[in-house]
């Protein structure tokens, strides 16, 4: 029996650290091949370059798509959505995959979406069903409405997925890969790097041993004009607290042009000997620092998910994350500089939370795996109601 | 205070026949402005030239979007709704509309969806909630997940767009648009033209005096591989039965090679002496065709519409028009020459069939201008569950 | 040593044939691997599939890019361009070619150029220098100034290329390739195959055993309001002259319009007992037909290269060929009935023209290959003067 | 008699300050309109937003086109012409200019010369006929044989496209619409403003009462790898002499990363005292600013043109100026520290240098305005030999 090709296209950084176990176990089902895509932000070297780590770790790229248009605006987001159809149909045209594969909900995982299921290629989507605030709001339940299967992340989402008129047995609580890196973290969790050494960055270099902070702040694209506002709020809070602060620059997306004006402009007024920038970091090391840092400041999903298995303490700011299922974690604050400031204060009388299986247990890649390896291939649905 | 700025975009001769009353309603509402685009295959000769027909009405045209992708193949149907977002997105920054319409389901129509909510443009839906078999069944929901405002055209709908988590205060059963057209052509349905003369078209022509059918049969998007044998039972259950029959030729889709090729090798092989084959019509003429025939055969929506409206007979073959709610004229059957000759057999015992309002009482476009002339500006929202 | 890898973009049905013995010669080349891209009309059923012939002739096909916008006007020529670009970088990102091929003038192959040269990827540019009319002038003439390395057809376009500011080490006049395949030809040139049941195509099927014509005539890009009325005076020649015709349609052009709706309604108008129309022929049987022909008539390239080296006699219609090299087979009028006619007549008084090397000697492809496999590779050049 | 609607595409800061005096002729000339589209980094605020300058200066913008692709590369530059091509085809469609105008030999100009061109739409091109490195050296001539009318800057220039075959009728000295600012800011060329007040920017503010440096130096594409090396040869240079530096940014091009990078690096290891860096400035204070300084060191082509005019002296570093015809003010020097300080150091012992029309006198805009109003419009050419 031939294999089946399974196209996973990866856009971006985050994407691909969350969607890394699921894989590494398609390309290690024996009934599997991995056609390894990799498009828009994640080629950019001002966007980490997932594409060096995704390289690092072994997988073969079957084709790389430049997309992404300047410009940090609204018209650039869907342009760069225009410009990924495009391409992703030749790119599909030409590896001819079984199911294509797309995940969770950033703007330009519509055109992976879009290409794939107009092809009438099986589409599968990964971690539908959550709710944010956010243009992802959007994206995220329209790709729904165009995947033939889905791999949600929680019984939340499960439910709204059949909810939202999907086949039962088209959806499939697989839990979050993302959590089989963190499960795997868990295990020896010690800062055993030196990251000033290991990532470069900019700014002071705080001593870390008595403690310190992460932040990881995007901008929200449906609030663009707010997003200087915002940031100030937290760079405020973190600043006056004098502990050290782990701060990584914010992805790709319209507003995120306000977000870097605050922060460099906040650097040039203020002497930020508490901080230090990263552009990124990866996956593994990025968790072990939120695992023994004191806590994770922002609106990153990593801070709902990860960091709810893994019991880090969050203060999640903002719509971002919205509706998302919360473990025992995080507090929900305001762009307000004394919530955060007071949350920080709450969050500094434990070390850690209490840990929550809600984002699945650790196997959710293996789980995928075999799910695509059998599920029956179909590209036409009907609504349930 | 000045105009609201609607910007319309129209990519096919039947969304410009369906929409027209709104366009026209819009146009004159005195605290609108209509910015209407034209693309996609509403600007090529060998789909109609809905542009001719735009021009002739008075309409002015904002902008003109060439994006059809040559192939007639899938990968060519989502690679011209990459090219519809790219340039879409120009348009609308020049444009710089305060809420932009998208009308139905077809494929291309999903580019103006993504532009304009990836743009935080007010977007507005027209006829979402309808349940069809094809393609256009995913990209309707799907834009539904995209869209601020829907008009639906019944009740079924309105249900169903509520159960897919839109905000009650955004949906708005305003009827069909396509029925107000079919409301003024009741009012003098004489066909007071000689078709033959104003349309061109090919083949034999027919004698109407004692009746003929109108057939318009369009191919499935995801049963590409069955459209020639689709097609092939229809012309052998009307080329039996050996009355006149005007058939159109199908729009643009990926599978209109087996249905057109079906055609012609039908044509090729048998002497079709009562068969007359037309490119298109103009809308108006075209009801009033339906009208004064024994009735319509095939999958066309205006079947389900206009035709309910009318109490024009119907024969609806196959899914495309799958759950869409009926009227009293429709006969449901599979592509299967016996099937489609019994309904002929039994439709040709009455004249006219109940008419009925279930897609509304003819004052759609109005109600859609109203609404659009007052509805508070958004483009975020939230599922409601 | 590593082999270079020679990538080569095919984009249309003459284009392939022409370059086909480069290709096999590359492919076979102990020190090159070919990469082979198939893009535009080449792609495309109703301009001749050449994907299938290059398939069936035993070629691997590295690459397909779908890129020809529907439209047969001048905007749509433009947007194709332009989307061919956008594809072939990612295609050649992924390749990662030693040199880039380019052939001939078509519009859509400065897509090819660009792409290339603007990517510092060495350019091969095959038959520049020649002279035409319409936009293939621009194009080629533009191309040479992008490409790196001119392989051209004729002593006449070396010396052309020379003055447009090459540096001398950068020309070589290796002759055409499309000889190549000629000179095989002539050396069994029967007519050994039953051409309408082997092609189809439609109309009539004169008997050929007293001799026929070979006309293929393609629209004139700079004239494009005019390409109607030129088919119309080489239909009354060949018509009245009432010989055998073996029709073939033009290639996709703006303008075809004009010439296909020419030919169609001549069609429906005459009783066209002595014409068959062909969509296409695979090169070898092409030029065998031609050989055994009485003349080919109209303004392809063929008449002026392999027609010069098989000595077929040709009438050479309009400005599409202009100041190209000429051997002593071609006589050329204007878009006339009476001068087409006489020319006729004049040609019908010898069997075959004498032969010309013009054009060379059925080494070309062999020499390309040696070529690519031995420049040095460089992307950068200054203008001699 | 109906005003001949001429469009120039504006792409990048640099092209619109040569243009701008063209773009008042146009716009002032009684049978002339104007139609300006604004595309690529003139849209873009990191290269200076030209498109605020356009504005503030109250010319019209018939449209806007964003098409720059992120990656600062080779891909990305190929990729936006394509889609520079895309876009300004659906421009040119809607605007319907009687005669469009490219710019110069930027990369993306290249799209403006093939949406025209292609489109049977005459295209005049500014500035052809130069010689320079880098891949602007391809495009310029490249263009050059795609356009039906040439404005050149020098005689030199002139020479040159009539050798590359162009009509002598096509050919014009105008000279450069640069000069014409530049006459402008002789008559009265005070330093009239606060640079630092005005125009912002980073670094000390050295006190520029006794003289001062300009250096604006591009990276160069054909040297991508070498652009760090290239920038820091100057970077010494100039920290060494320790009389005042303001910097200026350079633009968008593959290898601003190396360019930028290694100006960065600079800053971080060294106390910059005496440098000042801007992103960008208004034309005329530019000129006012090299007016009074010591001398522009670098490779910007003003040095050449404007700054022979004005007898500014000029150190030009490299090849990107190469062959351009020179004044009296230029001493060219690799990108060699010691070559440079030399140079320095001997320009340090004049003011100014003399004067030369090398580039125009002044009236440049206005003759190019009277050829677009008068020329025979057409779009067909052929070489001359």
């Not at 390289?55 to 992404?68: H, L, P, W, Y």
């Not at 999907?166 to 959590?179: K, L, R």
């Not at 984002?359 to 599920?375: E, N």
Request: proline share 3%; glycine share 8%; charged share 25%.
């Amino acid at each position: 029996m031939e294999k089946r090709k399974i196209c996973v296209v990866v856009t971006a950084r985050p994407s691909y650290s969350r969607i890394k176990t699921a894989l590494k176990a398609i390309h290690e089902h024996p009934d599997l091949e991995l056609q390894l895509v990799v498009a828009a932000s994640a080629l950019l070297d001002r966007y980490g370059s997932a594409v060096d780590y995704i390289k690092s770790d072994g997988f073969e790229i079957a084709a790389k798509v430049f997309n992404v248009l300047e410009g940090e605006n609204l018209t650039a987001a869907a342009k760069t959505t225009g410009i990924g159809i495009l391409e992703l149909s030749t790119v599909f045209d030409n590896l001819n995959p079984d199911i294509v594969v797309t995940v969770a909900d950033r703007f330009e995982t519509m055109a992976t979406a879009i290409a794939a299921s107009y092809m009438n290629i099986p589409l599968a989507h990964v971690q539908g069903g959550e709710v944010t605030g956010n243009i992802d709001e959007k994206v995220r339940h329209s790709i729904t409405k165009l995947a033939d299967y889905h791999f949600v992340a929680s019984e939340n989402a499960f439910d709204r997925v059949i909810k939202l008129g999907e086949d039962t047995n088209s959806v499939f609580n697989t839990g979050c890969p993302s959590i089989d890196l963190a499960a795997e973290i868990k295990k020896s969790p010690e800062l055993d790097f030196d990251i000033y050494k290991k990532y470069g960055g900019v700014g002071a270099r705080p001593n870390l041993s008595d403690g310190y902070w992460v932040v990881m702040q995007h901008p929200v694209t449906t609030e663009v004009g707010s997003s200087r506002r915002q940031i100030e709020a937290t760079l405020n809070a973190v600043f006056n607290r004098k502990e050290p602060v782990l701060w990584f620059w914010p992805n790709v997306d319209a507003g995120a042009d306000g977000t870097s004006t605050g922060i460099r402009s906040f650097r040039e007024n203020y002497d930020l000997s508490n901080f230090h920038f990263f552009k990124n970091m990866q996956p593994t090391d990025f968790l072990k620092l939120l695992y023994n840092s004191k806590g994770l400041i922002g609106n990153s999903s990593v801070g709902i998910r990860e960091c709810a298995f893994l019991g880090v303490p969050v203060i999640n700011i903002g719509s971002r994350q919205n509706a998302r299922a919360r473990g025992f974690n995080v507090i929900d604050v305001d762009y307000d500089e004394k919530m955060i400031a007071d949350a920080m204060q709450k969050h500094s009388a434990v070390k850690k939370c209490k840990e929550s299986y809600v984002y699945g247990g650790g196997d959710a890649g293996v789980k995928m795996a075999d799910l695509l390896a059998t599920l029956p291939l179909r590209f036409s649905k009907t609504i349930t109601y």
